[in-house]
């Protein structure tokens, strides 16, 4: 019998700038395809079409606790990688106490901060939207996932699924 693992600990790393005892949630990237049901002649029913990454993009979000100026400061940011933001997760298994380390490495901009509720002698909170061109999901030093929207890169385990495209279309 095994145990899975969980997510013991993490920090958040904005421009290599760490949020040790300020980061309180991290919600990170949602990774969603866009399918195209397609029934034709002879099917007995449809078979879903990869059309590329879901219309709904890369996004993290996360929650700080208390004032920060450096994501405030990088609001507006003109360039579609302006800010990159690092999550660093340790899981760990309760039946062997083996540690993985995870990393979540995103380049974007902020699509929304939320300052939240200000109330005198309450928590203060701001949850951060962070839209991004840039992916890399990396366990135990191993790339798992890395995708850069603008340059037409899907690598996954070391396969990079778009290298034929690419080729196709002279690039």
């Given amino acids: 019998m095994a145990l899975p693992k969980k997510l013991k600990n993490m920090n958040l790393f904005n421009d290599a700038a760490s949020y040790m005892?300020?980061?309180?949630?991290?919600?990170?990237?949602?990774?969603?395809?866009k399918m195209e049901a397609w029934r034709g002649a002879g099917m007995d029913g449809p078979v879903e079409a990869d059309m590329g990454h879901g219309d709904d993009g890369i996004q993290l979000e996360w929650t700080l606790g208390g004032w920060d100026l450096t994501a405030l400061r990088q609001y507006g940011i003109t360039s579609a990688t302006g800010v990159q933001l690092r999550w660093a997760g340790a899981v760990q298994r309760d039946d062997t106490g083996e540690v993985s380390a995870v990393e979540v490495v995103v380049r974007?901009?902020?699509?929304?901060?939320?300052?939240?509720?200000?109330?005198?002698?309450?928590?203060?909170?701001?949850?951060?939207?962070?839209t991004c061109a840039y992916y890399k999901l990396t366990v135990d030093g191993n790339t798992e996932v890395e995708i850069d929207l603008l340059n037409f890169v899907f690598i996954v385990n070391g396969e990079d699924r778009l290298a034929e495209q690419r080729k196709a279309i002279g690039l």
């Fill in 21 to 33: 005892g300020v980061a309180k949630t991290v919600t990170l990237p949602k990774l969603d395809r």
């Fill in 108 to 130: 974007g901009r902020h699509k929304e901060i939320d300052f939240g509720d200000a109330e005198p002698g309450e928590d203060t909170e701001h949850k951060i939207a962070t």
